[in-house]
């Protein structure tokens, strides 16, 4: 089942990953959409089906730190494709912001 929702627009952001309020790591967002977003080089530590919990890092004022929740739908060795399962109203439009600007 496909589940991107939206255009993915190609960016590089550090994110932190934490499952069940354990840090995983910080990684790196290699695009994003108002549906979910995808991380390199966290596939080995991640399951497709794991709920887990994002820390936005950046220079941008309204990105530091910025929290939501995923679910992992795909994953391969280097790649994670993440769905947000709760509303982010700030997110959603801060990535609808960052999306027409690349257009």
């Known amino acids: 089942m496909e589940h991107r929702r939206g ?3 190609p960016i590089s952001l550090p994110v932190g990953i934490h499952s069940q309020h354990i840090p995983l ?3 790196t967002v290699k ?6 977003m995808s991380i390199v080089d966290a596939g080995r530590q991640l399951a497709k089906g794991d709920f887990i919990q994002l820390q936005f890092y950046g220079n941008h004022q309204k990105f530091s730190p910025r929290y939501t929740k995923a679910i992992v739908v795909y994953q391969n060795k280097n790649t994670v494709g ?3 399962v709760e509303e982010n109203v700030h997110l959603k439009n801060l990535v609808k912001i960052m999306v027409k600007a690349a257009a």
């Open 31 to 36: 695009n994003i959409s108002t549906g979910g």
């Open 25 to 27: 790591g910080n990684f």
């Open 82 to 84: 993440l769905m947000w």
């Open 7 to 9: 255009q993915r627009l």
